[in-house]
């Protein structure tokens, strides 16, 4: 009986110290915002509440995907919401996914005027996300 309490109080120790280590504490910031962020922004392209997502798409873009802007948009929806749960489940992975696509929205409104403070803006996030990638190897080797 006393090895379950000493392993518990064990477990107990290492989770307070890692919680402690401020590289640890980045991590699970980064992993939280990028795990919630996609996911709500991907339910907004069915919505359109926050804002009118088929504005932000290039002409470009939307004359070599199949359908209308905001068919389009639901398209990037699901991936968003895919990518803040792959974040959830292996953030070692999810972080360059979601690196990825933010290079890719970023090529995007590089090509729509009007946008370029919104394509930096998402530049700082693809640099978040790439953190989040590295954090995620480091502590999952430490975990292994």
């Known amino acids: 009986m006393s090895s379950v309490t000493t392993t518990s109080s064990s ?5 307070r110290a890692a919680l402690a280590d401020p590289g640890y504490q980045a991590f699970v910031i980064l992993r939280t915002g990028f795990t919630v962020a996609p996911i709500l922004f991907g339910l907004d392209k069915f919505a359109n509440l926050l804002v009118d997502w088929p504005t932000y798409l ?3 873009i939307d004359d070599i995907v199949p359908g209308s802007a905001q068919t389009a948009m639901y398209a990037v929806g699901v991936i968003e919401v895919v990518a803040g749960i792959a974040v959830a489940l292996a953030p070692r992975f999810g972080g360059w996914l979601v690196a990825g696509w933010l290079a890719g929205i970023i090529v995007n409104l590089l090509t729509v005027p009007g946008y370029y403070d919104v394509a930096l803006r998402d530049f700082g996030l693809l640099l978040g996300a790439v953190a989040l990638a590295r954090l995620a190897q480091k502590y999952h080797a430490e975990r292994s």
């Open 11 to 15: 477990s107990t120790a290492r989770r």
């Open 58 to 60: 290039a002409p470009w």
